[in-house]
């Protein structure tokens, strides 16, 4: 079955850091989504990737999918408080279906 | 515009008792799946529909769990009984026709369920 393994499964970077959170999958991946979650709410769609080599950015959040669609990367620039939450990445598993990796914790220290 | 509504936001019960989650789609999508999420399992569909209808209820975990969508813009879970280890936080997302297999789901804020 599809499996997503996150990583790291949490991360605490100053204000201002760069950072990268890797999603790697046993498979090939056939539309690969990435959600932010914060505590007590629902998922925010962030952007999806479907072909090898893929990159796509919003604001200062940019995500690569590989050229063998197995693994993606969403990396964040200058980070800022408001990108602390937990980030999920997402693939399809047929007919519509998602399966989620466990997800990766984020903090913002400032 | 409205996103998914899900209803109650928090839910506190007794074991044995019976609980009805409620979800209201985004008008014009046709599609809804129920999630839940939990600490030690991550974030599991549970049931989706297409058009009302249920297509895939393989993670539904036990024949205690029931969901329906009468129309287009109304689904429910149903817990009977209820149990501890059905406390966990419940989803419901919507997503548009299209001609993407995967298309983009809105979730709504989600349920959290607590069973004493």
């Known amino acids: 079955s599809q499996e997503l393994e996150q990583s790291p499964q949490s991360l605490i970077v100053q204000e201002g850091k760069n950072l990268t959170i890797n999603c790697t999958s046993s498979?090939?991946?056939?539309?690969l989504y990435w959600y932010k979650q914060k505590y007590g709410e629902g998922l925010i769609f962030l952007m999806m990737l479907q072909k090898g080599g893929e990159e796509k950015s919003h604001e200062k959040i940019t995500a690569k999918l590989d050229e063998k669609k197995q693994q993606s990367s969403l990396h964040i620039t200058a980070s800022q408080p408001s990108h602390a939450g937990i980030y999920l990445c997402?693939?399809?598993?047929?007919?519509?279906?998602?399966?989620f990796g466990q997800g990766t914790r984020l903090t913002i220290n400032p | 515009d409205a996103g998914v509504i899900q209803s109650p936001r928090h839910e506190v019960t007794e074991m044995g008792q019976e609980v009805t989650l409620r979800c209201k789609p985004i008008s014009g999508h046709n599609s809804l799946f129920w999630y839940r999420q939990t600490m030690m399992r991550g974030l599991e569909l549970l049931i989706y529909f297409n058009n009302n209808v249920p297509i895939d209820d393989s993670g539904m975990p036990e024949d205690r769990f029931s969901a329906k969508m009468p129309n287009a813009s109304f689904s429910t879970l149903k817990i009977q009984p209820s149990e501890p280890r059905d406390s966990a936080v419940y989803f419901c997302a919507s997503s548009p026709p299209g001609t993407h297999l995967y298309n983009e789901q809105f979730f709504g804020p989600g349920t959290r369920l607590t069973v004493l």
């Open positions: 997402g693939a399809g598993k047929g007919a519509q279906k998602l399966v």
């Open positions: 498979k090939t991946l056939y539309g």
